[in-house]
């Protein structure tokens, strides 16, 4: 039958495949070439060892690898014929001259390729970034669930918001801090840049995803800051190149990335400098700000450290403060804090996009906080944009501070059924609300549309209403996913009530990225 035929040839060829395997093994394992290891004398011979092995026959090659205190040698041994190497292998015992005799394993051609391909895919990732920092003079030490939201942020606020031109080079991940990415920026006034970063109101939206700004000088040197070495080329380099051209400076801080490796650098410094550069070490009183930053450093047992590493530096006036750093709530105020800091910026950043928008425009109107508590968006609604009456919807509590505001209303119920409620009280469109918000934990993103279609199909709110929800990935993980049901969120909306204007955000407040 075609069914047995089929099976019988599946088989056949199963069996050819084991005897062949089978005579690849016996081959190799009758090579006339031995593996020689644990060579006990640095200065060994090849004469010395092949006479040690002539016994078993004809030496025709010995080849001795390593030694010289790297690493312990060994040695390949060839016979005229496969018979005296297998000698060898059976009878030769470990002896002054050696500790082990095994057959010469073959070369596995495809680790070669492998290996071929992944110094190659290094040498071109490290000729990349050499190429980035080339055109690069401000370095951002980002955390790395927040890269793609402050490439947006440069080139589409702070850009425009503070007319600066500047163009994002490139970014790395740090293989040195875990959940550090480096973020390449080039900029005609990197110190204009860094001042207008450095400003409260925009410390206040970026502090969750900058840790440290670095000014340096385009191109890097080939070095790890992790070894005594590293650290003398990249201080030889500071000296020479960006030091010497800069003859008023008067005393100085060190700025290093990574942090460990700043006593190394000091002890460079210190061993090197022949003009009195560490003597004008003085963090608390400096006049210029020494940037040191390993941009690169590649992890692996192939890798050589003294050129899979790069490392950027530069000198600039100290003039700001390059840590960004927001001050840490108190008292538990974590949850109330993050949730300010969220409406804030994104209020923030749509402002900065439309010149017809102000948040001013809707003072003393009446506002609505849904699934407010602990209470960080009517905090912002109350306090910062001056609402009249703010109805903050929880059924849980709100902090005492914001409880007590006279301008809060606290309605201790779920939205759906705080709509009722308000709806009952409108006497004239003075009493609709005008500003909407929910940063509600719901089932859905599809459910924040649906509460606010609700109040406006129920009379709540006025002809036109500025709101801001926060969509919510409930289902599957990734950012693609995440955009994906965002897309179709925003989708629906749109088909459903008259938007006269929208834009999405991904936050830098997020607890996460």
């Known amino acids: 039958m075609v069914g047995t035929n089929k099976s ?29 290891g644990g060579l006990c004398e640095d200065d060994l011979s090849s004469t010395k060892l092949g006479k040690e092995f002539d016994r078993y026959g004809n030496v025709v090659d010995v080849s001795i690898i390593g030694g010289g205190g790297k690493q312990q040698p060994y040695a390949f041994v060839q016979f005229d014929t496969p018979q005296s190497a297998q000698a060898a292998i059976l009878e030769a015992a470990p002896s002054a001259l050696y500790r082990q005799v095994k057959a010469a394993q073959p070369i596995d051609r495809s680790k070669r390729k492998r290996s071929n391909t992944s110094r190659q895919k290094r040498e071109a990732e490290l000729q990349h970034l050499k190429d980035v920092c080339s055109r690069t003079n401000l370095v951002l030490q980002v955390q790395s669930t927040h890269i793609d939201r402050i490439k947006d942020f440069l080139t589409n606020y702070i850009s425009k918001n503070e007319s600066i031109e500047l163009a994002i080079e490139g970014q790395s991940s740090s293989s040195i801090t875990k959940n550090v990415s480096l973020v ?254 929910s940063d509600a934990c719901l089932h859905s993103m599809s459910a924040q549309a649906d509460f606010l279609l609700d109040a406006k199909e129920q009379g709540i709110l006025a002809d036109e209403v500025f709101f801001v929800l926060t969509l919510k990935c409930t289902i599957g993980h990734g950012k693609a996913n995440f955009d994906a049901q965002v897309e179709q969120a925003v989708s629906n909306l749109k088909d459903r009530a008259e938007i006269r204007d929208l834009s999405v955000h991904h936050l830098f407040s997020n607890r996460i990225g």
Not at 8 to 36: D, G, P, Y
Not at 341 to 369: L, T
Request: with cysteine.
């Open 184 to 437: 390449f920026v080039s900029t005609s006034n990197p110190i204009s840049l860094a001042s207008a970063l450095s400003k409260s109101e925009h410390l206040e939206i970026i502090a969750r995803a900058v840790n440290k700004l670095y000014i340096v000088q385009p191109g890097a040197v080939q070095a790890d800051m992790s070894t005594e070495v590293g650290c003398e080329i990249v201080v030889k380099d500071l000296i020479k190149n960006k030091i010497a051209s800069n003859d008023d400076v008067e005393s100085i801080r060190l700025q290093i990335f990574p942090p460990s490796c700043q006593g190394k650098v000091i002890a460079a410094v210190e061993s090197l400098d022949d003009d009195g550069l560490a003597a004008k070490l003085n963090p608390r009183d400096a006049t210029e700000t020494i940037s040191i930053v390993q941009v690169y450093k590649h992890k692996g047992k192939s890798s050589d450290t003294s050129t899979d590493a790069l490392v950027m530096s530069g000198v600039s006036k100290s003039t700001i403060d390059y840590s960004v750093q927001r001050e840490s709530p108190k008292n538990g105020q974590e949850a109330i804090s993050r949730a300010y800091y969220k409406i804030k910026e994104a209020v923030s950043r749509y402002e900065s996009e439309r010149a017809d928008f102000s948040m001013e425009s809707y003072r003393d109107c009446i506002a609505i906080d849904c699934g407010s508590a602990p209470g960080g968006w009517t905090k912002y609604l109350a306090q910062d944009a001056k609402m009249k009456i703010v109805h903050s919807v929880d059924p849980g509590d709100l902090d005492p501070a914001i409880e007590l505001d006279n301008t809060v209303n606290h309605m201790r119920m779920k939205i759906q059924d705080a709509i009722p409620q308000l709806k009952s009280q409108i006497q004239c469109d003075e009493d609709k609300i005008k500003v909407f918000v």
């Open 8 to 36: 019988c040839l599946l088989l056949a060829l199963s069996s050819l495949s084991i005897q062949a395997a089978a005579a690849l093994s016996v081959t190799s394992a009758r090579s006339n070439v031995i593996f020689v």
